[in-house]
């Protein structure tokens, strides 16, 4: 025959067992949750403005949840007289749905040459990021 003190201890630990499951799939659920509650998603873009040989880039960025966004555009431009790369960054608060200019660049495009405009845009809160690039030649 069983001791009455064991029998209780083993169905105690029983049901702390059960608890305990219950507790870790509660945080395996909770995370995920939380994560499609926080997340931002960004949307970057480049618009290309040409007039003869003139090459002007804006950059747009847009959030889907109101955040502050850190953006670098880097331009590089090449042509039989060499190449160059230029850098325009800073940090912008975005609300939802409102396209925001971020940097404008105007270069001469060479006839022999072409120009390569990058944008890469990080959300600080969760690291959320996206990248837009374009190349313009002479063609």
């Known amino acids: 025959m069983m001791n009455p003190s064991k029998e209780w201890n083993i169905r105690r630990l029983g049901t702390i067992s059960k608890a305990f499951i219950a507790g870790l ?5 909770t995370p995920t949750v939380m994560a499609q509650q926080v ?6 873009r480049i618009v290309i403005e040409r007039e003869a040989e003139v090459v002007r880039a804006t950059s747009i960025i847009e959030a889907s949840k109101p955040t502050r966004a850190d953006y670098t555009l880097r331009t590089l431009k090449i042509d039989a007289a060499g190449s160059g790369t ?3 960054s800073g940090s912008l608060s975005l609300l939802p749905g409102e396209p925001a200019t971020t940097a404008q660049t105007t270069h001469h495009l060479a006839k ?28």
């Open 86 to 88: 230029s850098e325009q």
């Open 39 to 44: 997340f931002t998603q960004l949307n970057c």
């Open 25 to 29: 799939i509660t945080l395996g659920i």
């Open 112 to 139: 022999t040459g072409w120009i390569e405009f990058h944008l890469r845009v990080t959300e600080r809160l969760t690291g959320t990021s996206c990248e837009a690039k374009e190349i313009v030649s002479p063609m």
